[in-house]
């Protein structure tokens, strides 16, 4: 039964437990068409464009696809003209102020719209609908997931791109960082999931030793690799497939859309291809497939500045589509709203679109993804060991804060922000973290709009 005026089924409610009546989020937006292919978005500079190679068919795909992504890549990055952009102004300014400038840019976003800071419209929220809750600030609950960014190599250069890799970057995690997240995982039987990303996790130097001594440390564990799909084709790599099926991978892999078009804009020229190719030798492998307990996973993210559609409607879709045109099988589909940082947000604040993006983050805000967003039950690691609430709170150099409890307080709990940044070094445990302050900030908007936004899609 549909309740008027939602997008929301009575089972789909979630009951906050704080108040005694339900809470019911207003969407507007939240109703995007899973028709992705026919999502548009105005190149820059259309005149000058050359027109992109259309999807040809599976006839001599894996002949088409051979070779690395990197040399296009690279040549992609020294035409484009937001690439070089980009550049100059990292090379002007350094990362620390271009990441503050861009924070800065947001909240003026907001500031015009009349919106207060993150915590606060939270508050407010919460009191507008009656729930009583004296908590004045979100707390992880118990980390369940350890999610390890190992480097920022990686041989595409999306657009959306949070964390802006590309074949230009050389961090990556050593051995000894590697060995300190093992031990911490040893320690934390609550931790379910190891969540690899990057980059391209699997061109770092010690991602295959820690999915080796992950399973060999729990057999059960989850072990989830963040694939951008070409990665598998690219030449050295050739035995990649076998070691995930091994291994039991989880696969989560990019994939934007089901067209030639909207993948290659969004991802770089020729993505479309090797992706799917890489998902016909997944499929080969047995990964997607019912009994193999091969799981893939993909991961749609909007082409511009709107909401992703429903998750379950689209997975559909891509059923349909990746079926009939490729012959390709998956496991389940998540949907993963932008970010409105790093390469997303000069690419809004660069066509004027920053301020009308976040307006509809904040108009579609949902209360009830405040429960679960998916910092309350992860603890994300950055290349260099140091600690953060998300993957994007890293990107956006915005370390965690360490916590304690005073013994004189007796059930309340004081917050002290760590001298320096807090690395792995600190900690042995994940129980260490239960309870301690998230830190938020104005792009926490992209994980509360619609249905809510987290790297397992809608939290909802």
């Known amino acids: ?180 997240c093992l031990h911490i995982l040893q320690n934390s039987p609550a931790v379910h999931t190891l969540d690899i990303t990057g980059g391209a996790p699997e061109l770092c130097s010690n991602f295959r030793h820690l999915v080796t001594e992950a399973r060999k440390m729990k057999p059960e564990l989850k072990i989830i690799d963040r694939c951008n799909l070409t990665v598998l084709l690219e030449p050295g790599q050739e035995d990649l497939v076998t070691f995930l099926t091994e291994h039991k991978v989880h696969i989560a892999a990019s994939l934007p859309c089901y067209s030639a078009k909207n993948v290659n804009l969004q991802r770089g020229s020729g993505v479309f291809d090797k992706s799917i190719q890489a998902l016909r030798l997944l499929n080969s492998a047995g990964y997607g497939k019912e009994g193999t307990n091969l799981e893939l996973d993909l991961v749609y993210n909007p082409l511009g500045a709107f909401l992703p559609p429903a998750q379950e409607d689209l997975k559909v879709k891509y059923e349909e589509e990746l079926w009939e045109m490729f012959g390709i099988r998956f496991s389940k589909l998540f949907t993963i709203t932008n970010m409105p940082i790093k390469r997303f947000a000069d690419f809004l604040y660069r066509r004027g679109e920053l301020e009308g993006y976040m307006e509809l983050l904040v108009r579609n805000y949902n209360l009830n993804a405040m429960e679960t967003v998916m910092c309350r039950n992860i603890l994300n690691v950055g290349w260099n060991g140091q600690l953060y609430d998300c993957d994007f709170n890293q990107q956006l150099d915005m370390p965690l804060i360490q916590t304690r409890r005073s013994l004189e307080e007796g059930d309340k709990q004081s917050d002290t922000p760590s001298r320096r940044p807090p690395t792995v070094w600190d900690l042995e445990t994940v129980d260490d973290l239960n309870g301690s302050v998230i830190v938020v900030d104005n792009h926490c908007f992209g994980c509360t709009a619609g249905m809510g936004s987290s790297c397992q899609g809608t939290v909802v």
């Open 1 to 180: 039964m549909m309740i008027a005026g939602t997008h929301l089924r009575r089972r789909d409610i979630f009951y906050l437990g704080l108040t005694a009546r339900h809470y019911i989020p207003r969407l507007p937006d939240y109703n995007t068409s899973v028709n992705v292919h026919d999502h548009k978005l105005k190149r820059p500079e259309l005149a000058s464009a050359k027109s992109k190679k259309l999807w040809d068919g599976l006839e001599n795909l894996k002949e088409r696809t051979q070779g690395s992504l990197i040399p296009s890549t690279l040549k992609h990055m020294e035409e484009d003209a937001e690439f070089k952009l980009t550049a100059s102004n990292l090379k002007k300014l350094g990362q620390k102020k271009l990441t503050r400038e861009e924070k800065k840019n947001r909240q003026r976003a907001l500031d015009r719209i009349g919106i207060p800071n993150f915590l606060s419209f939270w508050r407010a929220e919460k009191k507008k609908q009656g729930i009583e809750d004296k908590e004045k600030w979100l707390r992880r609950t118990a980390v369940e997931i350890l999610q390890l960014n190992i480097g920022l190599y990686c041989n595409q250069a999306c657009n959306h791109c949070h964390v802006e890799s590309s074949p230009k970057r050389s961090e990556m995690m050593d051995r000894d960082t590697a060995d300190r």
